[in-house]
Structure formats: C-alpha cells, structure tokens
C-alpha cells in the first residue's frame, strides 16, 4: 500500500505571510507521480525547483518545491528559489533530524510543496522565518494524520482569516 501524506500550515502576516500545502508520499505511488510530473512539466510564471540546503546538497526526502502563484518577475523568482528554497529545504531535512519524519523513510518518500510567495514581499529574513516554520507545520501535521476528524468538526464554525464573513 502506498503512501499519502496531506499537510497544511499558514504562518506570518503581511505580504511575507508563508502558506504551504504538501503531499508526502511514497516515490513509487501517487505522490512519487506528481513529485516527476510537477519536474518535467514546467511552465512560464510556474517554475518547479528543487529543495535544496545548498547548492548540490539536495533536501531528502527529495522535495519538488511548486509555485502557487504566478512568478511575475526576477524579484519574485529570486525569492523563491533563495529564501524560500533554503527554508523549505532546512525544515525538511530538520524534520528527518528531529524523528518527525523517520530517517527510514528519507530515500523512499518524496515531497510535493506548494509555496506561496506574494508579489509585495520584500523583507527576506522573514520569507525564510514565515516558510521555515510553516513547512515544518505542515509536515509534522501530515506525519500525525492531523487536524484529527474530530478537532475539524468541533472547529467547523471558525472564522476563516481571508473569508468575506
């Protein structure tokens, strides 16, 4: 049986706010499907990269990093591939380092990681802070199975930041 993980987490505020979406998951089974799609199909304005700690020090699991939004600009694109990367890539290999993810796992898994990056962010060190800790939000709630089923329905009225209500 194949693995998929779902993981979520929304951290900061302001154009620098950090919101990951991810899939961990077995290279053979579906993830591993999207993690080769998401690198052979690139596409103007939505450029995959991989996570890396450093150049030629590639993150594992091995981490396909996806755009959420249209890169619209160098400013943009920068960021995405030098704060933004080193931070999704040192929370995943932190989350190896800390047992969250099991080290066994670490060359049969893959990540599939969604970032967002507004257009108006400016201020670096906190695309790094705001993703670093989203992403390792997001993995440890994929690897707990969580929000469990009952904390979403006892949370089911909650106001949603972003919601016109």
């Known amino acids: 049986m194949s693995t998929m993980l779902i993981g979520e987490g929304l951290v900061g505020e302001g154009n620098e706010i950090a919101h990951i979406d991810l899939l961990i998951g077995d290279k053979t089974g579906p993830v591993g499907t999207a993690f080769a799609n998401a690198l052979a199909n690139q596409s103007a304005g939505h450029t ?3 996570a890396v700690v450093t150049p030629n020090l590639v993150a594992k699991p091995a981490t ?3 755009t959420k939004v249209t890169i619209k600009g160098m400013k943009q694109a920068v960021q995405m591939f030098g704060p ?3 931070a999704v890539a040192r ?3 932190d989350s190896v380092a800390d047992g969250t993810i099991p ?4 060359e ?3 990540i599939v990681c969604g970032v967002f990056i507004h257009p ?3 201020d670096d060190t906190k695309i790094y802070q705001y993703n670093y800790d989203a992403t390792k939000l997001a993995i440890k709630s994929a690897v707990n ?3 469990k089923i009952e904390e979403i329905l006892a949370k089911k009225e909650s106001k949603h930041p972003f919601s016109p209500k």
């Not at 080290?103 to 670490?106: D, Q």
């Open 91 to 93: 929370a995943v290999v």
């Open 120 to 122: 108006g962010a400016s």
């Open 103 to 106: 080290k066994t796992k670490a």
């Open 48 to 50: 995959s990269l991989l």
């Open 64 to 66: 396909v990093m996806i």
């Open 145 to 147: 199975g969580e929000p």
């Open 84 to 86: 933004a990367q080193a």
């Open 108 to 110: 049969d898994w893959v």
